[in-house]
């Protein structure tokens, strides 16, 4: 018979599993949280939490949404809509929730082992249940590298999020782009109309040779081939988009809201800092050297034997008798070699995550300076071509037609006139849109969301 001491023992390792799974339980708890807010859309927490908190969903039809594309889309809009259906997103989400799924597993122990046994010699039936138990601070070490791995995956839904935004309005600025040189063009053809107009009239007065309707007529025709490039153009960014919103590339988007106008930035320091603070691949790198620890702390707990525990009942049919035995056992750590290697391969896996975070930490600052940059150079450059540059060209082409039409000006120095006005409006454009994807960048490069 089995002395009621013995039953109390094993009866013991009961709460001292649910005590390895309770360590762990609130920490998981808060992660499954900002899970179930990034599907059901809520809008993520202020930027004090380090964790992703995004929304996304799987949803592919939205009639309201589509109206409001087709209708009067703005960037904010288009945004949030790719956040809630583009389907990368949705696969690092579900990336996320399947690490997160392995942090109990890892805090299971193994399986419990049922054998039936019959001896005839003996004429005894046997029942026995044997379970493996590792020491409680190995499984706990386990749950927190798989815990910290969860929130590393985390930090990469977040980033995966930077990206589409970025995409997003890079996707948004080309269309806009395109759709604004096609406007350029479409005016510049209305002044070329006039221009043809004035140079027949003055050719059939006598006044000029015919020379200057053909050239009118030639410039034109150039524009017009010109325009008819861009419109296929137009028709890729538009896919290029849709394609982001998972919708089809055809389906229509209506007439895109304004880029915003430069407005003065942070200073680089604090732009670092806030990188620094808010950047999800340094929070993902920082979470793999805390995942690394946790298995290193596995790793230096290797010589500590494991117990093995088990119970079993026996019908003597010969005596007519029914028994209860309990056995327990331990295993033996006896290759040193072996547990010697597991610990410096933990070593080196700790000093390789330090230094894919400190290389990580470089390459965001370089991020940020090279974005900050290029963002301060194209603001700059757009306010003197639309504060001056443009303007000027207005009034020289102004100046230039009187001028022709008062013959006082020959027709290619016209011309030239409209060609400058042209090329300042486009540089004009390009430049707000550089603005635009160099500030998407920025945003991304820091990991802050852009506002409303």
Known sequence: ?????????????????????????????????????????????????????????????????????????????????????????????????????????????????????????????????????????????????????????????????????????????????????????????????????????????????QSDVLRAELERSTIRAERAVLSREVETAASALNVLLDRPPETPIGPLAPLALPQPGAQTGELYDRALQYRPELEAASQRVASADSMLARAREEWIPDLTVGGAYVRDLGMDENEVEVTAGITLPLWWGSIRAKSREAEAESRRASAELKAARNRVLDEVKSTSARLAAAAERFTILAEEAVPRAEQNLGVAEAAYTASKLGFLELLDSQRMLLLKQLERERALVEHATSQAELEKAIGEAPKP
């Not at 013991?12 to 992660?31: H, M, N, S, T």
């Not at 960037?75 to 942090?103: H, I």
């Not at 798989?146 to 309005?169: I, K, S």
């Not at 005016?187 to 043809?196: D, H, K, P, S, T």
Request: aromatic share 6%.
């Open 1 to 209: 018979m089995i002395p009621g001491r013995a039953t109390l023992r094993i009866a013991l390792l009961v709460p001292v599993f649910l005590q390895v799974v309770g360590c762990l339980a609130p920490e998981l708890k808060e992660d499954w949280q900002a899970v179930a807010r990034a599907r059901s859309g809520e809008r993520p927490a202020p930027a004090s939490t380090r964790r992703a908190e995004r929304q996304t969903s799987t949803e592919t039809d939205d009639p309201e949404l589509h109206r409001k594309l087709a209708d009067d889309p703005t960037l904010y809009l288009v945004l949030s809509a790719a956040e809630r259906r583009n389907p990368d997103l949705a696969a690092a989400l579900e990336r996320w929730v399947g690490f997160l799924e392995k942090v109990p597993q890892r805090l299971a122990p193994p399986y419990p082992t049922l054998r039936l046994g019959y001896s005839s010699m003996f004429r005894m039936n046997t029942v026995e249940l044997m379970q493996d138990v590792p020491f409680p601070s190995k499984l706990l070490a386990e749950g927190r590298a798989a815990l910290a791995e969860a929130r590393a995956t985390g930090a990469e839904f977040e980033e995966r999020r930077n990206l589409l935004r970025q995409q997003v309005t890079a996707a948004y600025a080309s269309l806009y782009l395109a759709r604004r040189e096609l406007e350029l063009l479409d005016a510049n053809l209305e002044i070329l109309n006039r221009f043809v107009r004035i140079a027949q009239t003055r050719y059939e007065a006598g006044t000029v040779t």
